[in-house]
């Protein structure tokens, strides 16, 4: 009951301090879109981009993480700088963008809703509900008045009358799964959501909810110096069930663009990386040999004649091997966008992939994700 009362209170502090209708049908893994030949070698264009499905979406192959816009990766970029990129966005062709109460508090959905009022025909956004940090400590709240709070509080910072794509950023133990697809359902009966989709949640979860109102995507970290998803069951899982994967930090937050040295800083309060083992000096220099290898991937891979960036052929990469899977890197770069959805024009063959992937599995990552025994370590694979 104690603790009952604290979470009541330590949200309410958060909400004080941080100041149509659908109908979902289940669809099998035959509904994921597949790039067409004809888009192989193409200069890009609106058209010559390829789409995925994410439910019932048809969405760029590739999104934009849009978070780093506004929080978590130093401070937040002026805004009226990110508006001009979020209309480049449009104007390039991109389709798919995320992003979360949680980020600011509220600033990026805002930021969104704003740049983005005037492209709601064919623009899908996906937000997420869930996830908060009052005081500084995470805590996961998935009831259904959380929800039912959070959904019209979303609605509002994004300037729309319905959710596109609304995910739980976490899964909360304390609200069995049931619980929360059962609210989800409810929302779209109500108009206020057109689907649903679970974050970082393993297999049992992704089962459960599936039983109950099926998840239309499942969004997760994936890249190619983060392949858990491969081995632990969900890539197989999804696909099977018909999920689609948004693979969030698919650069490995920044390090796959190839710029980072041993040598690179991050803000020690305003950037989380700072804080991640995976970002450390040691990781970092060790961790080169993956750029190395992508670099010489790239050597012989070219997109509108010119050479392919490491970037690319990371992106590529992901795209490649499974036909569900939607990458959304993060920039607050505007010559960074057309580079990283240029990067779903790029191929690789059967056999080029196998021999990748060979050489992946040879590598060695140094550095975990999140610190073991962290907040944000325990709040993944529930």
Not at 21 to 29: D, I, N, P, Q, S
Request: hydrophobic letters at 40%.
């Amino acid at each position: 009951m104690q603790q009952d009362s604290i979470k009541k209170h330590s949200r309410r502090e958060f909400l004080k301090t941080s100041a149509a209708l659908a109908t979902m049908a289940f669809f099998g893994a035959q509904a994921f879109a597949k790039e067409s030949d004809s888009t192989k070698g193409a200069k890009m264009t609106k058209t010559a981009i390829p789409q995925r499905k994410i439910g019932h979406f048809s969405v760029s192959a590739i999104g934009l993480g849009c978070m780093g816009m506004s929080a978590n990766h130093g401070p937040a970029r002026d805004k009226k700088q990110m508006i001009k990129l979020l209309h480049k966005a449009v104007d390039l062709g991109y389709t798919f963008f995320d992003t979360a109460e949680v980020y600011g508090p509220h600033t990026n959905e805002e930021l969104l809703g704003e740049a983005l009022k005037g492209y709601k025909d064919g623009i899908i956004i996906n937000t997420k509900f869930g996830f908060y940090y009052p005081f500084g400590k995470q805590q996961l709240d998935s009831s259904r008045k959380s929800i039912m709070r959070a959904v019209d509080g979303s609605l509002k910072r994004l300037q729309r009358d319905c959710i596109d794509l609304y995910t739980q950023h976490r899964v909360d133990i304390d609200t069995p799964i049931e619980e929360v697809a059962q609210t989800m359902k409810d929302l779209v009966k109500m108009g206020k959501i057109k689907a649903w989709a679970l974050g970082e949640a393993g297999v049992k979860t992704i089962q459960r909810a599936h039983k109950v109102f099926a998840p239309v995507a499942m969004q997760s970290q994936y890249s190619m110096a983060f392949r858990d998803l491969e081995q632990n069951g969900i890539m197989n899982l999804c696909e099977k069930l018909g999920i689609a994967i948004v693979a969030y930090s698919p650069l490995d937050r920044g390090f796959l663009g190839g710029d980072f040295t041993k040598d690179t800083k991050f803000h020690p309060t305003l950037d989380f990386r700072a804080s991640m083992p995976r970002y450390t000096k040691k990781a970092l220099e060790a961790n080169q040999s993956v750029i190395e290898f992508i670099k010489k991937v790239a050597e012989n891979k070219s997109i509108n004649g010119k050479k392919a960036t490491i970037a690319q052929v990371s992106l590529a990469w992901i795209l490649s091997n499974k036909s569900f899977v939607i990458p959304i890197p993060e920039t607050t770069k505007i010559h960074r966008l057309e580079e990283n959805l240029n990067a779903s024009l790029l191929t690789f063959s059967p056999s080029e992939l196998a021999d990748i992937n060979k050489e992946l599995s040879k590598l060695v990552i140094v550095g975990d994700r999140y610190a073991p025994g962290s907040d944000a370590a325990k709040s993944v694979g529930l």
